[in-house]
């Protein structure tokens, strides 16, 4: 079975640029997430999608962070413009679903940002 | 919400068993503990889950004691290949069932 893809794993840009990010999560999963993981600390659930409508986007910084998840599958996550403590590995994860026992999320090897 | 507390690291002798503990004492009648680890420069993956019950697969054994308000991760014989961050979550009904991640506990399995 394929695991979670991710790409780009590097990206490099200057304050103020845009960037995107690019998950497919495992075929048949109803659930996606996008974490921010900042170095030293544990991954943050910035959305959590179900199909492809939104459940949580509470921690979404929404003036300069967007996702959408086209057709219930692949995601992509953008942020314009970034600052310099977007610095961080941003995780994609994805469930069978998201509620009872089937709550095990198998992740991406994320997509590690600087932002200089 | 149902938060967790771990040492912020530990050490282990390669071949021993490690032993991860995890206090969660808010925590109520129907959330999960949950296990992750995440190995450097990787994403987190799965260990293991109880909810109140002990639990074994093949990776660990999970031991939630009587009054659910901590538990233990074992990893019965330590190897290099486990030295990560081991997290542990509980998972709380927000509606979508939201995971939090703490900043967990390192364990270096030495040799």
């Known amino acids: 079975e394929a695991g979670v893809a991710q790409s780009p794993r590097y990206k490099i840009i200057e304050k103020r640029q845009s960037v995107a990010f690019w998950c497919n999560p495992i075929?048949?999963?109803?659930?996606l997430y996008w974490y921010q993981q900042i170095l030293g600390q544990g991954p943050k659930l910035l959305i959590q999608?179900?199909?492809?409508?939104?459940?949580?986007d509470s921690q979404l910084p929404k003036d300069r962070f967007s996702a959408e998840r086209l057709k219930g599958v692949d995601s992509t996550l953008k942020i314009q413009p970034a600052k310099l403590e977007d610095s961080a590995v941003y995780l994609c994860?994805?469930?069978?679903?998201?509620?009872?026992?089937?709550?095990?999320?198998?992740f991406g090897a994320g997509t590690r940002l600087s932002v200089l | 919400d149902a938060k967790t507390t771990q040492p912020t690291s530990m050490d282990c002798a390669e071949g021993r068993a490690a032993n991860l503990p995890c206090n969660h004492s808010?925590?109520?009648?129907?959330?999960?503990v949950y296990w992750y680890r995440q190995i450097h420069s990787q994403g987190p993956q799965y260990i293991i889950h109880?909810?109140?019950n002990n639990e074994t697969n093949e990776m660990a054994s999970l031991i939630i004691t009587e009054d659910r308000k901590s538990s233990t991760l074992i990893l019965p014989h330590a190897t290099l290949r486990d030295t990560a961050v081991y997290y542990c979550?509980?998972?709380?009904?927000?509606?979508?069932?939201?995971?939090?991640f703490g900043a967990g506990t390192r364990l270096f399995v030495k040799a």
């Open positions: 994860a994805s469930s069978p679903a998201s509620g009872g026992t089937k709550n095990i999320q198998y």
């Open positions: 075929s048949g999963h109803a659930t």
């Open positions: 109880g909810l109140k």
């Open positions: 979550i509980v998972r709380y009904n927000t509606g979508g069932f939201k995971t939090i």
């Open positions: 999608f179900q199909n492809n409508g939104v459940v949580d």
């Open positions: 808010t925590i109520s009648g129907n959330e999960y």
